[in-house]
């Protein structure tokens, strides 16, 4: 399907892969297939694993290495990545629920679910190369939409 803006064709709106560049892929496949029960679409050892995560979108984990030769140097310094990824349900309980399932798959940080000014609640873990997750229950139209 096309679309136009004013005489320019725009790109469709959606997203059809997340990958994350991981220092080390085996320890980030067992910490996503064991640790919180996801499962796997396609591996290959050493290089990439990739997830099915929803209709038409996909969660890869690709070797650090690998990804670099590919798309280019990694810039790296203090803190954490400028962006997260977040997992929505529908309570504060399944927030901390699934916040407990990331803590006994070795997730660190975990920060606890609290009530945010906004509304909702959410709480926060790393994977294995600190990428953030947020677990979050949003109350809002837009909250609503992402549920299953």
């Given at each position: 399907?096309?679309?136009?803006?004013?005489?320019?064709e725009?790109?469709?709106?959606?997203?059809?892969?997340?990958t994350?560049?991981?220092?080390?892929?085996?320890?980030?496949r067992a910490?996503?297939?064991?640790?919180?029960?996801?499962t796997e679409?396609?591996?290959?050892?050493g290089?990439?694993?990739?997830?099915?995560?929803?209709h038409?979108?996909?969660f890869?984990?690709?070797q650090?290495?690998?990804?670099?030769?590919?798309?280019?140097?990694?810039?790296?310094?203090?803190?954490?990545?400028?962006f997260?990824?977040?997992?929505n349900?529908?309570?504060s309980?399944?927030v901390?629920a699934?916040?407990?399932?990331?803590?006994?798959?070795?997730?660190?940080?975990?920060?606890?679910?609290?009530?945010?000014?906004?509304?909702?609640?959410?709480g926060?873990f790393?994977d294995?190369?600190?990428?953030?997750?947020?677990?979050?229950t949003?109350p809002g139209?837009i909250?609503q939409?992402v549920?299953?």
């Open positions: 399907m096309s679309m136009t803006c004013g005489s320019v725009a790109m469709d709106q959606r997203i059809s892969f997340v994350l560049a991981v220092a080390d892929l085996e320890r980030s910490f996503y297939l064991d640790g919180l029960g996801w679409a396609l591996h290959v050892p290089d990439v694993c990739m997830i099915e995560v929803g038409r979108v996909v890869s984990l690709w650090r290495e690998h990804f670099e030769a590919e798309v280019g140097a990694i810039s790296s310094g203090p803190g954490v990545a400028p997260t990824l977040s997992h349900v529908a309570t309980a399944e901390d699934a916040l407990e399932v990331a803590r006994a798959a070795g997730a660190d940080p975990v920060q606890p679910g609290q009530a945010r000014e906004w509304g909702g609640y959410t926060y790393g294995p190369d600190g990428y953030r997750w947020e677990i979050a949003n139209p909250g939409k549920l299953p």
